[in-house]
T-cell receptor, first 114, second 115 residues
Framework: GESVGLHLPTLSVQEGDNSIINCAYS??????FIWYKQESGKGPQFIID?????DKRQGQRVTVLLNKTVKHLSLQIAATQPGDSAVYFC?????????????FGQGTILTVHP | NAGVMQNPRHLVRRRGQEARLRCSPM?????VYWYRQLPEEGLKFMVY????????ESGMPKERFSAEFPKEGPSILRIQQVVRGDSAAYFC?????????????FGPGTRLTVL
């Protein structure tokens, strides 16, 4: 079936470094993508989103890149801090008759060392 | 503005009992979504509801699970005759409009343990 997946299940970085988390998706009809951060024992927290008519979107210290040609999504975190340590999920909304339904990837564990 | 609220945060049930999970969406949000998360896995969509309507229940198990979002009060996810495999974290999300036009904001989840 169609799914969203991640290339790297774990990522360890030093404080102050930039982090890049990758995600591959297989549903070419998806038109909306979201990155969530989930800390232990908590619900997913919205980070940033992007629609399929864009290829880049920037937030505070975060940038999401969308490459529709290869169906790839990435999250860049600048000057990574210990508080950024969490599991990061990409999610897609396929739109059409499946609107409202987010498909999540497996998650990448980001560990930031002081 | 309070976020999405879920209760209870932790729920322990014995096999065969019923579990009721409640979700109050953010103020002004009329769309509610339920997801289930097994340990070390991503979230899996279960059901999408608007007030008094089930829009998409394609992720709901065919038996024992039901959901509602009444005109007044919280959305309820009900699991009858729980089994150990139902142990998971259940998350509710809400949005002001339909999902692919607005971000879904998640609650803290209810962690269900079936003994």
């Amino acid at each position: 079936g169609e799914s969203v997946g991640l290339h790297l299940p774990t990522l360890s970085v030093q404080e102050g470094d930039n982090s890049i988390i990758n995600c591959a998706y297989s549903n070419s009809a998806s038109d909306y993508f979201i990155w969530y951060k989930q800390e232990s024992g908590k619900g997913p927290q919205f980070i940033i989103d992007i629609r399929s008519n864009m290829d880049k979107r920037q937030g505070q210290r975060v940038t999401v890149l969308l490459n529709k040609t290869v169906k790839h999504l990435s999250l860049q975190i600048a000057a990574t801090q210990p508080g950024d340590s969490a599991v990061y999920f990409c999610a897609e909304n396929p739109g059409g008759t499946s609107y409202g339904k987010l498909t999540f990837g497996q998650g990448t564990i980001l560990t930031v060392h002081p | 503005n309070a976020g999405v609220m879920q209760n209870p945060r932790h729920l322990v049930r014995r096999r065969g009992q019923e579990a009721r999970l409640r979700c109050s969406p953010m103020k002004g949000h009329s769309h509610v979504y339920w997801y289930r998360q097994l340990p070390e896995e991503g979230l899996k969509f279960m059901v999408y509801l608007q007030k008094e309507n089930i829009i998409d229940e394609s992720g709901m198990p065919k038996e024992r699970f039901s959901a509602e979002f009444p005109k007044e009060g919280p959305s309820i996810l009900r699991i009858q005759q729980v089994v150990r495999g139902d142990s998971a974290a259940y998350f509710c999300a809400s949005s002001p409009r339909q999902g692919n036009r607005d971000t879904q904001y998640f609650g803290p989840g209810t962690r269900l343990t079936v003994l």
